[in-house]
Nanobody, 125 residues
Framework: QSQLVESGGGLVQPGGSLRLSCAAS????????VGWFRQAPGKEREWVSC????????EYADSVKGRFTISRDSARNMAFLQMNSLKAEDTGVYFC??????????????????WGRGTQVTVSS
């Protein structure tokens, strides 16, 4: 059974950092592109970042470019989102998801076929 589980969320002050993890089981994450999305209360789900298989290409939303870094650990079958210089507007539930295809890095949530349940990130003083 394929599964994605996020962890690493929490409460952090503005300017702080968090590292989100996404653990995959039941399939090889390297066979898929990986994306991170977030959803703030009362707002639609928003694409944050994506990466092709083996980290060959990464893309970021303008709102997080230069502050967030997506990465993978093939040996551990995991993906990560390092978030630095966090702002209040980064608050939300963060989801990781897989997209079929090794060379795919998509901003469109409908292209992703498996999602984790999310981890809450709250940026507040």
């Amino acid at each position: 059974q394929s599964q994605l589980v996020e962890s690493g969320g929490g409460l952090v002050q503005p300017g702080g950092s968090l590292r989100l993890s996404c653990a995959a089981s039941g399939f090889l994450l390297d066979d898929y592109g990986v994306g991170w999305f977030r959803q703030a209360p009362g707002k639609e789900r928003e694409w944050v970042s994506c990466q092709t298989s083996r980290g060959r290409m990464s893309e970021y939303a303008d709102s997080v470019k230069g502050r967030f870094t997506i990465s993978r650990d093939s040996a551990r079958n995991m993906a990560f989102l390092q978030m630095n210089s966090l702002k209040a507007e980064d608050t939300g539930v963060y989801f990781c998801a897989r997209v079929p295809g090794r060379s795919v890095c998509s901003q469109r949530f409908e292209e992703y076929d498996y999602w984790g349940r999310g981890t809450q990130v709250t940026v507040s003083s």
